[in-house]
């Protein structure tokens, strides 16, 4: 089974907000999810961004790849995507 870090889309019509969820590449993006692990608003100045950091390494040190998205939201909140991965898969 492929697993993904990626966003779920929750909240009203014009008002997005995106939950960063573990999920199947094959379900559809709000579709069945494994685990959810932060959020995401960019509704609000500046943007909010909540990730579980445990969680993320977590799944990450177990191979999930976090989508083109995700890994802009761990830069923006100071973890590297890179070497979050490898740091976890080398211990």
Known sequence: MAVRVRLTRVGGRKNPIWRVVVA??????DGRVIETIGRYNAQVEPSEIVLDQERLE???????????????LMRAKGLSPAGTAGAASSS
């Open 24 to 29: 199947d590449q094959r379900s559809p993006r």
């Open 58 to 72: 977590h799944w990450l040190s177990r191979g999930a790849q976090p989508t083109n998205t995700v890994k802009k």
